[in-house]
């Protein structure tokens, strides 16, 4: 059930509509590269999640990476995405003190 009080998805309807085993969210889980908050008694997802998900979704089942292959790239992934956001904020320190 969709839970749009809290923003949340629970884990059973987010696989029945992805086709993807709950193990695997399980698993993704396990790897600390998702949360799973539980509500009710229910496992969930936050929404804000789902974009994430669904790109290890595909990592795993349609380039047939396992989860340690997943957990590499993510990583790898996060501090290519930290080391641009450090790159935007040079730039725009290099361009303040250029223009002054």
Do not use: W
């Amino acid at each position: 059930m969709i839970m749009d009080r809290e923003n949340l998805i629970s884990v059973q309807e987010f696989c029945s509509l992805y086709k993807v085993p709950e193990t695997f969210i399980t698993s993704l889980y396990e790897y600390e590269l998702i949360e799973i908050t539980t509500t009710d008694n229910t496992q969930c997802v936050r929404v804000t999640q789902l974009k994430n998900i669904e790109k290890l979704i595909r990592f795993h089942f349609e380039m047939d990476i396992n989860l340690e292959g997943i957990h590499a790239i993510s990583n790898l992934l996060n501090k290519v995405e930290t080391l641009q956001d450090e790159i935007k904020r040079l730039h725009n320190k290099i361009d303040f003190y250029e223009s002054n």
